[in-house]
């Protein structure tokens, strides 16, 4: 039987990540010292609706466990009006109000999980895709079941719907919260 020669991630529950099955792992402290540690990274998607927050909650819990940097994503776009004269109030950004909302769950996520590494992450444009290109390299995206475009007894929404059929890791929709 061939001994291993690197760390082989086991995520198997309640098994320590890098265990092997009845085998010790071997790494030479060349291979150490030349392979940068793997970073484990969740990306959560944040609109600031109830179900959004409790994914955020869910998500900073599950990087504390594993030892995961948590990337917190918002989006922001100017409206659409389609034909119609759209009027903006004076001094209108939306940009200022998504920052302003990921700043106030990310210090409550800070507060609750000191432990943890949490990345803000403001991003133009629709938040489906935004978060189907942000899963690039994560180990999971976690986005709550029902945002602020929500229509009263659907179960998915349209964003988690594109994140779970889209994204390149597995992805988590938290049901509830709102």
């Known amino acids: 039987m061939r001994r291993p020669t690197g760390v082989i991630p086991d995520e198997t529950p309640g098994r320590r990540a890098g265990a092997l099955s009845g085998e ?53 776009e ?39 590494v949490v ?11 935004a978060l189907v290109e942000a899963s690039r390299g994560a180990d999971l995206l976690v986005v709550g079941s029902r945002g602020h475009g929500e229509f009263t007894g659907m179960l998915l929404g349209s964003v988690s719907e594109h994140c779970v059929t889209n994204a390149h890791c597995p992805v988590l929709v938290l049901r509830g919260g709102g």
Request: one cysteine or more.
């Open 78 to 116: 100017w409206p659409n009006s389609y034909g119609v004269l759209l009027v903006v109030p004076t001094g209108y950004d939306p940009e200022a109000d998504a920052r302003a909302v990921l700043e106030d769950v990310r210090q409550a996520v800070c507060d609750a999980h000191p432990g943890i």
């Open 119 to 129: 990345r803000p992450i403001v991003v133009r444009g629709h938040p489906a895709p």
């Open 24 to 76: 010790e792992a071997i790494v030479s402290d060349t291979q150490a010292s030349s392979t940068p540690a793997q970073t484990r990274r969740i990306v959560v998607g944040v609109d600031g609706s109830a179900c959004s927050v409790a994914a955020l909650d869910w998500a900073a819990t599950q990087a504390e466990l594993t030892g995961s940097v948590l990337d917190v994503l918002t989006t922001w």
